[in-house]
T-cell receptor
Framework: DAMVIQNPRYQVTQFGKPVTLSCSQTLNHNVMYWYQQKSSQAPKLLFHYYDKDFNNEADTPDNFQSRRPNTSFCFLDIRSPGLGDAAMYLC??????????????FGDGTRLSIL | GEDVEQSLFLSVREGDSSVINCTYT??????LYWYKQEPGAGLQLLTY?????DMKQDQRLTVLLNKKDKHLSLRIADTQTGDSAIYFCAITDSSYKLIFGSGTRLLVRP
């Protein structure tokens, strides 16, 4: 059973048209992460939520924002997608990473294409 | 900052063993991880090792950790075509964020 679910699996949007990607989890983990992965590269952390606390990476463009309305759901909003934002977007969850071994569990990702 | 390095590509014959290597610079990571990524999919946690261990075996998978040399390896015994994927080594930094290697693409030839 999928525990970290990302919708849609494939998303096509137009240059400059806002797009939202969604992630839900059934693990009741308190941390949720968003990564961007470009072809043949490692995932790059954009930001994460620790419960309701939002933590942005220093090099994440302002064009990327996130919302976490409750424990189960987290959204990635791209306000004005550019061609360089075409990538796979991965959501991951974990329990409190400061407590023993808390590996991150990933969804299957959403592949975003920009026309 | 922390750095994790992996070789980019490995090709083996079906039934042979595969060994994927990883080196890292920061030794403060309590756990070290191996993730598998199949084409078009997310990352699947394969296995992990606690930093005070030097070996962990899990069915066909063997993880070896040499803390002195900051070297981690993943051995897959009896490699199958379904093992063809990209394998990422990952450590955690001081704020528990994952630091990934660049990934090793494993190709299993029939």
């Amino acid at each position: 059973d999928a525990m970290v679910i990302q919708n849609p699996r494939y998303q096509v949007t137009q240059f400059g048209k806002p797009v939202t990607l969604s992630c839900s989890q059934t693990l009741n983990h308190n941390v949720m992460y968003w990564y961007q992965q470009k072809s043949s590269q490692a995932p790059k952390l954009l930001f994460h939520y620790y419960d309701k606390d939002f933590n942005n990476e220093a090099d994440t463009p302002d064009n990327f924002q996130s919302r976490r309305p409750n424990t189960s759901f987290c959204f990635l909003d791209i306000r004005s997608p550019g061609l360089g934002d075409a990538a796979m977007y991965l959501c991951a969850t974990s329990r409190d990473p400061g407590v023993s071994n808390q590996p991150q569990h990933f969804g299957d990702g959403t592949r975003l294409s920009i026309l | 900052g922390e750095d994790v390095e992996q070789s980019l590509f490995l090709s083996v014959r079906e039934g042979d063993s595969s060994v994927i290597n990883c080196t890292y610079t920061d030794s403060s990571s309590t756990y070290l991880y191996w993730y598998k990524q199949e084409p078009g999919a997310g990352l699947q946690l394969l296995t992990y090792i606690f930093s005070n261990m030097d070996m962990k075996q899990d069915q066909r998978l063997t993880v070896l950790l040499n803390k002195k040399d900051k070297h981690l390896s993943l051995r897959i015994a009896d490699t199958q075509t379904g093992d063809s994927a990209i394998y990422f080594c990952a450590i955690t930094d001081s704020s528990y964020k994952l630091i990934f290697g660049s990934g090793t693409r494993l190709l299993v030839r029939p």
